[in-house]
């Protein structure tokens, strides 16, 4: 069966400082990745979506990038945080010939 | 689209009743639709879905509605359950998509 994993689940981080939150994906191959962000109360805005090793889309223009280096691993990054980077982070997946996107446990960033 | 700046609505019931749940879509070419239940702190998980040839779908304790013709979504929960206390999106996509569009969510409490 199908997993995905996501982490870290937590962090605190300063303004300004780096981030790097990892996603995974078990039992398939060739899925389509996406990173969600999630504000307290709110819905969800699709940040990145890849389809590919090395293929990324960028959805919002922002401080945050993500890298597809391996087929089933999807990495969510920022060179310098700002206050409004905090929220919750969610990796997705969708793979083989459907269409239903599954989502990740979720990642809370704290930006203090 | 996805409304992300705007605060969920919120559906409160009694422990027992059924609750309804509402989303409307705006692509008339979308031809699969997701519920997706979220408890805090974690992230959404499927519920159940249904495919535009068909205007009803039960599964546990839960059936969803489609109008095509209104492009109209709902959710029912039977006898629902403080359990069920959590925020719900639909999600719509269309043909090949690997975007699915999710609505704004809907917060349901329940009263025991």
């Known amino acids: 069966s199908q997993t995905i994993h996501q982490w870290p689940a937590t962090l605190v981080q300063p303004v300004g400082s780096p981030l790097s939150l990892e996603c995974t994906v078990e039992g398939t191959s060739n899925p389509n990745l996406y990173w969600y962000r999630q504000a307290a109360g709110r819905g969800l805005q699709l940040l990145f979506y890849?389809?590919?090793?090395?293929?990324i889309s960028s959805e919002v223009p922002q401080n945050l990038s993500a890298s597809r280096p391996q087929d089933r691993q999807f990495i969510l990054s920022s060179k310098k945080l700002l206050l409004s980077d905090s929220g919750f982070y969610l990796c997705?997946?969708?793979?083989?010939?459907?269409?239903?996107?599954?989502f990740g446990e979720g990642s809370w960033l704290t930006v203090v | 689209g996805e409304s992300v700046g705007l605060h969920l609505p919120t559906l409160s019931v009694q422990e027992g009743d059924n609750s309804i749940i509402n989303c409307a879509y705006s692509?008339?070419?979308?031809?699969?639709f997701i519920w997706y239940k979220q408890e805090s702190g974690k992230g959404p998980q499927f519920i159940i879905d249904?495919?535009?040839?068909?205007d009803k779908r039960q599964g546990q304790r839960v059936t969803v509605l489609l109008n095509k013709t209104v492009k109209h979504l709902s959710l029912q929960i039977a006898a629902t359950q403080p359990g069920d206390s959590a925020v719900y999106f639909c999600?719509?996509?269309?043909?090949?998509?690997?975007?699915?569009?999710f609505g704004r969510g809907t917060s349901l409490i329940v009263h025991p």
């Open positions: 997705a997946w969708i793979g083989g010939a459907g269409n239903t996107i599954y």
């Open positions: 890849s389809v590919g090793i090395g293929q």
């Open positions: 249904i495919r535009s040839n068909m």
């Open positions: 692509n008339s070419a979308s031809d699969y």
């Open positions: 999600a719509e996509s269309e043909g090949g998509s690997y975007i699915p569009t």
